[in-house]
């Protein structure tokens, strides 16, 4: 018997940002309900965010670009996608999003890679996945601002609380610790993750607790997993981005 904590109902709570529909597709064995576990927990005016300006639809458009994708989301791939292949790598990929607002990690790019990739190309994503991955990651720089309340460019331990519990994510506090000693650099000074760390952390939690929540499919906090299953949900997500 496995367990998550606590948590309420979550019938009409708004989700967190959500992973592809192809990622769910791939890896689902059930129905997953409503994302996020518990009320999302508002505080301030959320918004919606975007990585690039709206510009409004797209005149030009480009092959498997979904209808009225940003120009500047098209022209951060195309930029990248230098043999015209269609699909981007994951340098490519760390490439196309300096453009947007900030240089990430192999390791935390590699990580959106698994999330978000092509099913025709495990390895590399398409335009559909990179305008999804685009949007997710807007939506996830929101939350860090909302949180980030010193503007310091950076969150703490209980501003990451704060932020996953905004979204329905009541992360117990062994749990939370063991997470953020992963960003513990030995120095002896508090530890705090920048936005690039945010993501990692914020896409391993949600994540997981999606994929709890396929077999939790009343909302109890409980769910029975054979060895099999539990080895098939967590494993993947530990080394297909190391």
Same mark, same amino acid.
């Given at each position: 018997?496995?367990?998550?904590?606590?948590?309420?109902?979550?019938?009409?709570?708004?989700?967190?940002?959500?992973?592809?529909?192809?990622?769910?597709?791939?890896?689902?064995?059930?129905?997953?309900?409503?994302?996020?576990?518990?009320?999302?927990?508002?505080? #301030?005016? #959320?918004?919606?965010?975007?990585?690039?300006?709206?510009?409004?639809?797209?005149?030009?458009?480009?092959?498997?670009?979904?209808?009225?994708?940003?120009?500047?989301? =098209?022209?951060?791939?195309?930029?990248?996608?230098?043999?015209?292949?269609?699909? /981007?790598?994951?340098?490519?990929?760390?490439?196309?999003?300096?453009?947007?607002?900030?240089?990430?990690?192999?390791?935390?790019?590699?990580?959106?890679?698994?999330?978000?990739?092509?099913?025709?190309?495990?390895?590399?994503?398409?335009?559909?996945?990179?305008?999804?991955?685009?949007?997710?990651?807007?939506?996830?720089? #929101? /939350?860090?601002?909302?949180?980030?309340?010193?503007?310091?460019?950076? =969150?703490?331990?209980?501003?990451?609380?704060?932020?996953?519990?905004?979204?329905?994510?009541? /992360?117990?506090?062994?749990?939370?610790?063991?997470?953020?000693?992963?960003?513990?650099?030995?120095?002896?000074?508090?530890?705090?993750?920048?936005?690039?760390?945010?993501?990692?952390?914020?896409? /391993?939690?949600? #994540?997981?607790?999606?994929?709890?929540?396929?077999?939790?499919?009343?909302?109890?906090?409980?769910?029975? =997993?054979?060895?099999?299953?539990?080895?098939?949900?967590? =494993?993947?997500?530990?080394?297909?981005?190391?």
């Amino acid at each position: 018997m496995a367990s998550n904590g606590k948590h309420g109902s979550p019938s009409y709570a708004p989700s967190a940002p959500s992973l592809p529909e192809s990622y769910r597709q791939q890896y689902s064995q059930g129905s997953g309900g409503s994302y996020g576990y518990g009320q999302q927990h508002s505080q #301030g005016n #959320g918004g919606s965010y975007s990585y690039g300006q709206q510009q409004g639809p797209s005149s030009y458009g480009h092959s498997g670009f979904p209808p009225g994708t940003d120009p500047a989301v =098209i022209s951060s791939f195309q930029m990248v996608d230098r043999d015209r292949s269609g699909f /981007i790598d994951d340098n490519e990929l760390q490439q196309a999003l300096s453009s947007g607002y900030q240089r990430f990690s192999l390791r935390t790019i590699r990580l959106l890679i698994f999330l978000f990739k092509s099913p025709n190309d495990p390895l590399r994503v398409g335009p559909k996945e990179f305008a999804a991955l685009w949007t997710c990651l807007g939506q996830w720089r #929101g /939350i860090f601002e909302r949180y980030d309340k010193d503007r310091s460019g950076k =969150i703490d331990l209980m501003e990451l609380r704060d932020a996953l519990y905004s979204l329905g994510l009541a /992360i117990p506090p062994s749990v939370l610790q063991l997470l953020i000693s992963k960003y513990d650099d030995g120095s002896g000074s508090r530890v705090e993750l920048n936005f690039d760390s945010f993501v990692e952390c914020g896409m /391993i939690v949600k #994540g997981l607790t999606d994929k709890f929540k396929e077999r939790d499919l009343r909302y109890t906090g409980s769910a029975t =997993i054979n060895y099999d299953t539990f080895m098939s949900m967590v =494993i993947p997500f530990l080394v297909s981005y190391n």
